[in-house]
């Protein structure tokens, strides 16, 4: 597809502006012919940005290295779709239920960007800086995030499944109530984040550090944690049928009421953890370390009868 150089676009642009009176040619930054939107090429371009431009097309324009230069830019509910932003300083830009799908934002500065509600369907996110930013409500799914620093984003009631997060570090994060179905995490910091009521289920979690996180009602059935530090995590209220936690680190974890139906604890550490009232029914134990272990109340068979477990804490009150 012809892509149409800045300078020809803007012309033709200012053109048709003047003749229907618009203050700006941001409107129509994204020429559309026959119906038939032609991508833009503006990298780099030293055209000073208008602040408002809500609502723009931009589908398929190259915008790699565009710099807002310290102006907050209000791009909300435009269309990015295709487009590439890669290298591009936006901080603090507002793209609230903008489209942003299979957009490229390769080493883009979006830190305290508002992405409320966005659509990044399989966008590529690599070396992004997204400290401090929002993306409350918004869609990954199926987005590609490498090497990211998103230190105490907000990504509350999001849509992240199926998404692919490798050298992620999320520490302080917002995931409350985050669909996180099917996603593959590897090499993710998730120290002290609120994971209260995520969605895991079929989530590969395999070795990512959980320290310190809040997960209490989340649901993990069937997601892989093998070798998952989750020392001190709030599980309380949690489900985890079927879920892979061998050699998982549970130390000082709260597992309270927990449903851990035939999951798989092999060779973990439950060092001091509280699983007071869990349902423990098919549970693999086998080399598990159990000292000091607070397992009183647990269900271990269909008939709810309490057995002892060597090395656990059974002195009920």
Known sequence: MRVFPFKKVFLLAKTIANRINLKSFCAIAAISIGGVAIPVDLARSNFPWPRDCPYCNFQGANLRGIDSRGTSLNWQGADLDNADLSQANLQGINLTDANLSHVRLVGTNLQNANLTGANLTEAVLHGTILKGANFSNAILTGASLLAVSAEAGQFQNSDLSESRWQNVYLGGANLQEVNLVRASLQNVDLVAANLIEVDLTEANFRGVKLRNANLSGANLS????????????????????????????????????????????????????????????????QRAYLLDTDLCGVIISEEGEIHKLDGAMLNCE
């Open 222 to 285: 069937y997601a892989d944690l093998s070798g998952t530090s989750l020392v001190e995590t709030d599980l309380s209220g949690s489900l985890l049928q079927e879920t892979n936690l061998a050699a998982a680190d549970l130390t000082l974890a709260n597992l309270t009421r927990a449903d851990l139906q035939r999951s798989n604890l092999e060779n973990a550490n439950l060092d001091r953890a509280i699983l007071r009232d869990a349902n423990l029914i098919g549970v693999n134990l």
